[in-house]
């Protein structure tokens, strides 16, 4: 078993909306780009919908779903554990949620220095 904190996590509210797209949508991935208009908000796709950069940093899975980072977005959130959320709203124009009342929102906290040692 891994000492190593996971770098990305989901709420349970975040947890059910991606069950709920799985079902819908059969497998999904997540990615956060570096764009100028993403703000805090994950895009999420149904998995071949969006084509991966070579450089993108996978940080792990919530809810059975593959979370992708571009790597100038990771080089400023790696001191950083991100928490998705679900709060009210619209999704991103191209996100599976988009239309459910609902949307992804990235919450993050520091890691201590002792993740932080883990994590090296």
Same mark, same amino acid.
């Given at each position: 078993m891994s000492n190593k904190p996971a770098r990305v996590l989901a709420t349970p509210a975040a947890r059910g909306l991606i069950a709920k797209l799985t079902a819908e949508? &059969?497998?999904?991935?997540?990615?956060?780009? &570096?764009?100028?208009?993403?703000g805090?908000?994950?895009?999420c796709f149904k998995q &071949?919908?969006?084509?991966?950069?070579?450089d993108d940093v996978e940080l792990g899975e919530i809810g059975g779903a593959k979370f992708h980072m571009s790597p100038s977005q990771f080089e400023y959130w790696k001191y950083t554990q991100l928490i998705i959320d679900v709060v009210p709203g619209m999704g991103g124009m191209f996100s599976l949620e988009n239309g459910s009342g609902q949307r992804f929102l990235t919450r993050s906290r520091v890691f201590t220095e002792a993740e932080l040692a883990a994590l090296a």
């Open positions: 949508h &059969g497998p999904i991935m997540f990615h956060q780009s &570096g764009g100028c208009c993403d805090s908000s994950p895009m &071949g919908d969006y084509l991966l950069s070579p």
